[in-house]
């Protein structure tokens, strides 16, 4: 079982980029995107179940989007308007949950490594 992001670097403030988190292994029913930024505790961003329906911290509502493509796998995270204050490593997790989300790390039962996202003022 694996979990593979990508699609971090170094961006502009108010740029966009979309990160990418693969699957492999197994079928997942849920997705998140999590962050920590260094001095930081890792932090929930967002998160989308296999219905679809989606749940975001405040800070990236209306920024971010999270989305699936069930075919491939793969979840998204595409992120706009960004800020110095997005400026950490992202990170994937899968559950077997369907349809329940959470926000807790404990909820996550897979993580993939991390991609760097920076944004430069």
């Known amino acids: 079982v694996q979990l593979q992001a990508s699609g971090g670097g170094l961006v502009q403030a108010g740029g966009s980029l979309r990160l990418s988190c693969a699957a492999s292994?197994?079928?997942?029913?849920?997705f998140s995107w999590f962050r920590q930024a260094p001095g930081k505790e890792r932090e929930f961003v967002a998160a989308?179940?296999?219905?679809?329906?989606?749940t975001y911290t405040n800070s990236a509502k209306g920024r971010f989007a999270i989305s699936r493509d069930k075919a491939k796998k793969t979840v998204y995270l595409q992120m706009n308007s960004l800020t110095p204050e997005d400026t950490a490593e992202y990170s994937c997790?899968?559950?077997?949950?369907?349809?329940?989300?959470?926000?807790?790390?404990?909820?996550?039962?897979?993580w993939g490594q991390g991609t760097q996202v920076t944004v430069s003022s």
């Open positions: 997790a899968a559950t077997s949950s369907l349809y329940e989300l959470g926000a807790a790390e404990n909820w996550w039962d897979y």
């Open positions: 292994g197994r079928s997942f029913g849920s």
């Open positions: 989308i179940n296999w219905n679809g329906a989606t």
